[in-house]
């Protein structure tokens, strides 16, 4: 089985930088891509960004791009999110996702995460003055 565990939540005002780190283990957890959604009182669930394997594509929100960018080490088996400028929106607790196929579902330009896909635990990210 393929175990994710995240940290680098926190507490930071508007406008600051907060670094999330989801490291992998388990099952042929290089083959996997990661992801990232975040789900906040009376939001949708959003899909925030993902980044494959295969191919190293990467995918974000509408809403954080230009801010949010994904990265991977293969080495250590992590995936990293690094959030820059962050907003009171961007306030929501944050899940490390990888989907079962391997590879991100992207459907008519939204990142997709299913029920089925192995999850983290989540990690609070709160911007606030």
């Known amino acids: 089985q393929l175990q994710l565990v995240e940290s680098g939540g926190g507490s930071v005002q508007p406008g600051g930088s907060l670094r999330l780190s989801c490291a992998a283990s388990g099952f042929t957890s290089d083959y996997y891509a990661i992801g990232w959604f975040r789900q906040a009182p009376g939001k949708e669930r959003e899909g925030v960004s993902c980044?494959?394997?295969?191919?190293?594509?990467?995918y974000y929100a509408g809403s954080v791009k230009g801010r949010f960018t994904i990265s991977r080490d293969k080495a250590k088996n992590t995936v990293y999110l690094q959030m820059n400028s962050l907003k009171p929106e961007d306030t929501a607790v944050y899940y490390c996702?990888?989907?079962?196929?391997?590879?991100?579902?992207?459907?008519?330009?939204?990142?997709?995460?299913?029920?089925?896909?192995?999850w983290g635990q989540g990690t609070q990210v709160t911007v606030s003055s």
């Open positions: 996702v990888a989907p079962r196929e391997g590879m991100c579902l992207i459907v008519e330009g939204a990142i997709r995460f299913r029920e089925r896909d192995y």
């Open positions: 980044i494959n394997s295969s191919d190293g594509n990467t």
